[in-house]
Structures are given as structure tokens and as C-alpha cells.
């Protein structure tokens, strides 16, 4: 795909609500011709009410939790569509009930840790694997997950929020080295994670009392400014984690 140039054949995980919802809408104003959009229960999702299956929009099941789910999914996308050209994972946790960003050290749980492990970070790259016939095959095509600020190490002066960090920052990693193995295969292809910045869903709700004034973005402002940055982004820039507004963050 060349830069400015609207993808056509859509994938975006997670687009049952938040931001993957907002990224469906605005790929198909944007002139997507197909979308194939994932929810872990595509019946029970807001987004499978606001954009029910067409012509042009194909939903399937997909959990992150569950591998075996994640590879029939892809099976599936590719027996209707090998030649994606913009592929996005969205899915992410950092709160859920009982579950809960730890402060300390002390209140580190293996279960919750292995839980954001496989959504945040296993899920994404485990998706791309599905996926790598589309990838590998030489056509320009963009892959982005959603990652966070807070997985940048260096970037880490707060402390806190042990395992979220750690995810995200192994997401990274995974994406970074899926470039390095895909550029010697398909030298058209370009990999990315993003940061979206701070969004009105429901991971962000517990922590919105303390932003200042204009930081809140809507879930569409944010699925603009995002679909910018991967319109902007080249095979140069695989590889890269992005802010929202397109400035790189480092490691």
C-alpha cells in the first residue's frame, strides 16, 4: 500500500467495542471495501449491531484466551481473503473485577499475570502466525497491534502496574522481531505497535478523575488519528512503536 493510499481489504480484531469498533466504522468511511472483523462472541458485541454482516462485512469468533480459536480464525480470513491489507489487533486488559493493576510487588498474582500475558501479548503475535501465509506473500500490507506508553522501559519513572508493563513491553518485542522476520520475505510488508493514548472505554474508566482537560479522546478520535499513523507509516518504519500522533516512542 503506498502512503496516503486507502486499504481496501480490512482485518481488525477486537472490533466489538472501543476501539476496535471505532476502527471499523472509520475503515469503512475511509473506502474499505471489506471488513473481516473479530469478537470473542460476535452475536452477543455492539459492533456486530452497529455493522452486521453484509456483503462487505465479514464477523468471526476469535479469543485470545483460546489458541485453537485464534488459528481456525485465521484459516478463515485467509480462505476468503489472501491478500489482507491492513491487519490490526486491538484486544487489551489491565483491569477486570478482582483483577487489578498492582501497585507493589506484593500483590502479584501468577493467574492475573498469565492472563494479561496471553491477551495482551500472546494473543496478538499468535494472530499475525495465523495469518503469515497473507503476510509473507509479497504485496504491501501493514500489521499493527495496540500496544501502551507504559510497555516503553525506558520510558518506565512511575513503577507500578507490573504486569500491564510487561505485556505490553513483550508485545513490543514480539511485533519488533516479526518485522525483522518478515522483511526478509515480504520487503513490502510494515509492522507497528501504537500507542493510542487515553481513550473514553472501559480500561481507561477507573483512571480518568486525574487527566487534564482535552486528554480524553472519544473512541472515533482516537480511531482517526490511529488509522493516520498507518497511513503514514512505510516499510522504513517497520518495526516501530508509534504515539497517536505519529511520533515514535522508544523501547
Same mark, same amino acid.
Given at each position: 500500500?503506498?502512503?496516503?493510499?486507502?486499504?481496501?481489504?480490512?482485518?481488525?480484531?477486537?472490533?466489538?467495542?472501543?476501539?476496535?469498533?471505532?476502527?471499523?466504522?472509520?475503515?469503512?468511511?475511509?473506502?474499505?471495501?471489506?471488513?473481516?472483523?473479530?469478537?470473542?462472541?460476535?452475536?452477543?458485541?455492539?459492533?456486530?449491531?452497529?455493522?452486521?454482516?453484509?456483503?462487505?462485512?465479514?464477523?468471526?469468533?476469535?479469543?485470545?484466551?483460546?489458541?485453537?480459536?485464534?488459528?481456525?480464525?485465521?484459516?478463515?480470513?485467509?480462505?476468503?481473503?489472501?491478500?489482507?491489507?491492513?491487519?490490526?489487533?486491538?484486544?487489551?486488559?489491565?483491569?477486570?473485577?478482582?483483577?487489578?493493576?498492582?501497585?507493589?510487588?506484593?500483590?502479584?498474582?501468577?493467574?492475573?499475570?498469565?492472563?494479561?500475558?496471553?491477551?495482551? &501479548?500472546?494473543?496478538?503475535?499468535?494472530?499475525?502466525?495465523?495469518?503469515?501465509?497473507?503476510?509473507?506473500?509479497?504485496?504491501?500490507?501493514?500489521?499493527?497491534?495496540?500496544?501502551?506508553?507504559?510497555?516503553?522501559?525506558?520510558?518506565?519513572?512511575?513503577?507500578?502496574?507490573?504486569?500491564?508493563?510487561?505485556?505490553?513491553?513483550?508485545?513490543?518485542?514480539?511485533?519488533?522481531?516479526?518485522?525483522?522476520?518478515?522483511?526478509?520475505?515480504?520487503?513490502? &510488508?510494515?509492522?507497528?505497535?501504537?500507542?493510542?493514548?487515553?481513550? &473514553?472505554?472501559?480500561?481507561?474508566?477507573?483512571?480518568?478523575?486525574?487527566?487534564?482537560?482535552?486528554?480524553?479522546?472519544?473512541?472515533?478520535?482516537?480511531? &482517526?488519528?490511529?488509522?493516520?499513523?498507518?497511513?503514514?507509516?512505510?516499510?522504513?518504519?517497520?518495526?516501530?512503536?508509534?504515539?497517536?500522533?505519529?511520533?515514535?516512542?522508544?523501547?
Amino acid at each position: 500500500m503506498n502512503k496516503g493510499e486507502t486499504a481496501m481489504n480490512i482485518v481488525i480484531q477486537g472490533a466489538g467495542r472501543g476501539i476496535g469498533l471505532a476502527l471499523a466504522h472509520h475503515a469503512l468511511a475511509s473506502g474499505a471495501t471489506h471488513l473481516f472483523l473479530t469478537a470473542q462472541n460476535p452475536e452477543q458485541s455492539a459492533g456486530y449491531q452497529e455493522l452486521p454482516p453484509s456483503a462487505t462485512i465479514s464477523w468471526v469468533a476469535m479469543d485470545f484466551l483460546n489458541p485453537d480459536s485464534i488459528a481456525i480464525a485465521g484459516d478463515t480470513i485467509l480462505a476468503s481473503q489472501p491478500n489482507p491489507d491492513r491487519i490490526i489487533t486491538t484486544a487489551g486488559v489491565l483491569h477486570d473485577g478482582d483483577l487489578q493493576p498492582e501497585k507493589r510487588v506484593g500483590a502479584l498474582s501468577a493467574d492475573a499475570m498469565l492472563r494479561l500475558y496471553q491477551i495482551n &501479548a500472546m494473543g496478538p503475535v499468535l494472530f499475525f502466525k495465523s495469518l503469515w501465509p497473507a503476510l509473507r506473500r509479497a504485496h504491501p500490507v501493514v500489521a499493527a497491534s495496540i500496544s501502551a506508553r507504559v510497555g516503553s522501559i525506558s520510558d518506565n519513572r512511575l513503577g507500578g502496574w507490573y504486569s500491564y508493563r510487561a505485556s505490553k513491553a513483550a508485545l513490543n518485542q514480539y511485533l519488533r522481531t516479526l518485522s525483522i522476520e518478515l522483511a526478509r520475505y515480504n520487503p513490502e &510488508a510494515t509492522v507497528v505497535t501504537l500507542h493510542p493514548g487515553t481513550v &473514553a472505554t472501559n480500561l481507561s474508566a477507573p483512571f480518568r478523575t486525574q487527566l487534564a482537560k482535552g486528554q480524553l479522546q472519544s473512541p472515533e478520535e482516537c480511531a &482517526a488519528r490511529l488509522w493516520s499513523v498507518l497511513d503514514q507509516v512505510s516499510p522504513y518504519d517497520s518495526g516501530g512503536f508509534f504515539a497517536y500522533d505519529g511520533q515514535p516512542i522508544p523501547y
